[in-house]
């Protein structure tokens, strides 16, 4: 029998009861200063069902730094714009087994990153992009909003202007992309880009909707539009799946078994085909940069509702 607003709304205070217990267990990114200054008592979670149908709770409206979330963004304008025949050329479609901002690996490699998501081949991507638009960081802007359906979202400033002032370890990975050939922009445009597309703001209302189109098919509910092929959507999907949450991908594949994409601002995205979108927030984070009290009510969210890939 298909799920109720009621069943949804039980199992979501579910989630946040048992989500809630972990609170106080982890930390914030606290390498970027702007988040090292949230609020860690802070919970929501967001679900839109391919119906149109929406629950929520927690702190579900408040703005977060979406950080790595927006790599599933990046990737999706990439594969539309006029390099997307190159991209697989460039990054790598395998999970990576080390740290999502490893420069030992991506030099052992000769410069080709392991898959989209992990930074060095999210610069990759956002390289594509820099490349093939005159405004990069407006087209990233312009397609989130498009994907959630909002003109409200904003690029946070302050946030982009820390993860400048302590991006050492991107700049590292970007310049030995050049050094490797796998880099055509400036590095500094390149960056430029990067840094504040991390910093995004957005609700879990807003995440949730913005992965619609990968939930139905590449059609977005809420507007009747297309947004990409349904081909294309089943495989951002897979590689949600098999990397998204870095080098804890197979625990997490394990525990809650739906492709999900993490990042440091605690914020956990996660599609199950042909059913929901859903967004989780806490800020605190385990030792691999992924949010526990999220990954707990996402898991909570599977077992109750008997929903997941496997």
């Not at 859903?278 to 109750?304: H, K, Y």
Request: with cysteine; proline share 5%; hydrophobic share 40%.
């Amino acid at each position: 029998m298909p799920l109720t607003d009621r069943d949804l709304s039980t199992i979501l205070d579910d989630c946040a009861r048992e989500a809630r217990k972990e609170i106080g267990k982890g930390h914030v990114a606290d390498y970027i200063p702007a988040l090292a200054r949230i609020n860690p008592d802070q919970f929501g979670m967001a679900v839109c069902g391919v119906d149109g149908r929406e629950w929520v709770v927690g702190d579900s409206d408040s703005s977060f730094s979406i950080q790595s979330i927006s790599k599933v963004f990046t990737l999706a304008l990439a594969l539309q714009s006029p390099g997307a025949s190159g991209v697989w050329d460039r990054v790598g479609r395998e999970p990576s087994g080390n740290a999502f901002n490893s420069l030992v690996q991506l030099e052992s490699e000769q410069g080709l990153p392991r898959n989209p998501f992990i930074n060095a081949g999210a610069i990759v991507i956002t390289d594509v992009i820099t490349t093939h638009f005159v405004s990069p960081v407006l087209q990233i802007l312009g397609l989130v909003r498009r994907y959630a359906d909002c003109e409200d979202i904003y690029i946070d400033e302050e946030v982009a202007r820390s993860e400048e002032e302590s991006g050492h370890r991107n700049a590292a990975i970007a310049h030995l992309l050049k050094s490797q050939g796998n880099l055509v922009a400036d590095v500094d445009d390149v960056l430029a880009a990067y840094y504040r597309q991390c910093s995004i703001a957005m609700t879990c209302r807003d995440v949730a909707r913005a992965f619609l189109p990968l939930a139905a098919g590449g059609r977005h509910p809420l507007t009747g539009e297309t947004l990409m092929p349904a081909l294309r959507a089943k495989r951002i999907n897979s590689l949600l799946l098999t990397c998204g949450l870095y080098d804890g991908v197979g625990n997490f594949a394990f525990r809650v078994g739906i492709p999900a994409k993490s990042g440091v601002g605690g914020g956990i995205a996660a599609v199950i085909p042909g059913h929901f979108a859903i967004c989780v927030w806490s800020p605190e984070l385990d030792e691999l940069g992924n949010s526990l009290a999220g990954t707990r009510a996402l898991e909570i969210f599977a077992q109750e509702t008997n929903l997941s890939v496997f």
